[in-house]
Every structure is written in structure tokens, then in C-alpha cells.
């Protein structure tokens, strides 16, 4: 899709998304209202979606769409409506001593920078080989037993693990276990009464 | 094919990385640390997809597969953190991550 882009007009793009971002990014680090920040972690995953696509690997940067900003985060928001105490005056936003704590990522940021601008440049050269991710060759590349290992194996761990999460969820978050009992006990007493 | 640096978009995560650890560290209300997990996983995935358009033929493919696995894994932290954000909140009646410090009652 964007494969005709030629370099200038990709480079003003990935500018764009990348300040998007990051913006987005410190917009959640600010903001005081949780619903603001998932707004903003929003942002973040549709500017990453965008990268993906200037990257030239358009499937994931769907994906990212569908399950991030669309599943993820539509549970995020529908729980903190639901707990509906989540004004952030009642919690503090961050504390005096916290500003010392942000010393550690700015640390890691400086060490991130500092290691990747001292690689030699053949190491983060950009290959033209580089396969575009399209779907045919990403489903080939990991379901195809023929040509390789596949990741079959981890794709059906992947299934089992959701449906352990989702199991595990639902457990966790019902009031108790038998409250449906008592809820049709107290229907049947209705009905008998009736 | 694309012309955008692989040391460009190592950069960019490396900041959403570290955005999203600070907004872990920093913020006590339990939703905004789960937000900053969400950051620094988006951040090694974005790292995973710069560092694939280094490599050539299959390899490239391979750094584009393991952020869907990671995406996946993602949905189901998500999941389980939400639900036992919403069980603990029922019995402390707080979002507030420094009255989550107990693990009996």
C-alpha cells in the first residue's frame, strides 16, 4: 500500500507517526483521568499501526488495529467505566518523591540511545531482500510444515492459553461462585409463591 | 524497499519504552500502570518489526510473527489483569496501587 511511496514522502510520513507517538505516549504519562489516558494509548497504537505499514508489513499493522486498539483497549475503557472510581484526586497522580524515580527511564533511554548509535552501521542497514508481510507469506511462513518447523505448535499453545485467560477472567471477576444458584432459588421461591 | 532507517524506528521504541516504564513507576492509580505495560509491550514490538526489515528472505518474516504471538499474549494480560483489578476493587474500594500491597485478606 505504500510500497510507491518514494523516500521523501515516507520519511515526512514516518516523522508524522513518530511524533504522533510519542506524543500520545507522554499524553498517558500526563494526563489525570484514566479515560484520558486510554484515549491517548489509543493515539499510540494507530500511529504504531501506521509505522508498521511504512515498515512494509501491512497484516500486523491490521492486527494491531483489530485486537490493540479495537479488543484491548475497548476492555480497558469498559472496566473503568464499570468501577466508575477511577478520579485520579482521590489517588494522588504522582508523588513528590516519584520525580526521582523517573531518573531510571531516562537512564535506560540514555543507555538504549548510547548502545544503538555505538552498533557498526552493517548491522541496522536496511536489507532489500526483506520480505514485504503480506498475508500469503506470513500464513505460509508459519503454518507450512514443508518447508520448515512452522509455528503451528506455539499457535495452538496460543489458543489454549486465551481460552485459560478468558476461563480464568470470567472466575475471577463474578461476585462469587454460586451466585446463579441463588439467583434461581430465589426465582423458584417467585415461581412457587406465584 | 523502505527507505526509513532501522535506527530510527530502534529509537522510537526505545523512548516508548521508556515512557511506559516511567508511567509504571510513577503513577499509583493500578489502571494507569497496566496503560504503562501495554506502552512497553507496543515499544519491543515495534523494535521486533525495525529489526526484520534488516534481515532477508524468511528472517524477515520471522521478526513480523512474533509481535502477533506477542499481541496475543497481550489480550490475555489484559484480561486476567483487568479481572483481578476489578476483584480486588470490590474488597479494598480503591484504584489506588499502594492499598494493593497486602496478599492475604
Known amino acids: 500500500m505504500f510500497q510507491g511511496l518514494d523516500v521523501g514522502l515516507s520519511t515526512i510520513y514516518f516523522l508524522l507517526f513518530g511524533a504522533a507517538t510519542a506524543a500520545c505516549a507522554l499524553g498517558v504519562l500526563c494526563s489525570r483521568h484514566p479515560l484520558n489516558a486510554t484515549i491517548c494509548l489509543i493515539g499510540t497504537m494507530l500511529a504504531i499501526s ?4 511504512l515498515l512494509a508489513s501491512p497484516f500486523l499493522g491490521v492486527v494491531q488495529v483489530l485486537v490493540y486498539a479495537g479488543a484491548i483497549m475497548m476492555l480497558v ?5 464499570v468501577l466508575n472510581r477511577a478520579r485520579d484526586h482521590e489517588v494522588p497522580r504522582i508523588e513528590n518523591w516519584s520525580y526521582a524515580v523517573l531518573l531510571v527511564p531516562l ?6 540511545v548510547h548502545t544503538l548509535t555505538a552498533l557498526p552501521a552493517e548491522t541496522l542497514k536496511s536489507d532489500p531482500g526483506s520480505l514485504r508481510g503480506d498475508i500469503a ?3 505460509k ?7 520448515g518447523h512452522g509455528y503451528w505448535l506455539l499457535f495452538e499453545c496460543i489458543g489454549v492459553l486465551l481460552l485459560v485467560a478468558v476461563v480464568g477472567a470470567v472466575l475471577l471477576a463474578k461476585r462469587s461462585l454460586d451466585t446463579p444458584v441463588e439467583m434461581l432459588t430465589v426465582g423458584e421461591e417467585a415461581h412457587d409463591s406465584h | 524497499m523502505t527507505p526509513i532507517e532501522p535506527l530510527h524506528v530502534q529509537l522510537l521504541a526505545a523512548l516508548i519504552f521508556s515512557i511506559g516504564l516511567a508511567v509504571v513507576l510513577t503513577r499509583r492509580n493500578i489502571f494507569f500502570v497496566l496503560m504503562g505495560i501495554e506502552l512497553m509491550l507496543n515499544a519491543v514490538n515495534l523494535s521486533f518489526v525495525g529489526f526484520s526489515r534488516t534481515f532477508s528472505g524468511e528472517m524477515s518474516l520471522t521478526g513480523q510473527i512474533t509481535p502477533l504471538f506477542t499481541i496475543a499474549i497481550a489480550a490475555a494480560e489484559a484480561c486476567v489483569g483487568l479481572a483481578m483489578v476489578i476483584c480486588i476493587t470490590r474488597v479494598k474500594d480503591t484504584v489506588d496501587s499502594d492499598a494493593f500491597s497486602g496478599m492475604r485478606e
Open chain 1, 50 to 53: 501506521g509505522i508498521y505499514a
Open chain 1, 141 to 147: 511462513s508459519m503454518f507450512d510444515v514443508n518447508q
Open chain 1, 107 to 112: 537512564l535506560l533511554f540514555i543507555t538504549f
Open chain 1, 77 to 81: 475503557v469498559f472496566v473503568i467505566m
Open chain 1, 137 to 139: 507469506p506470513i500464513a
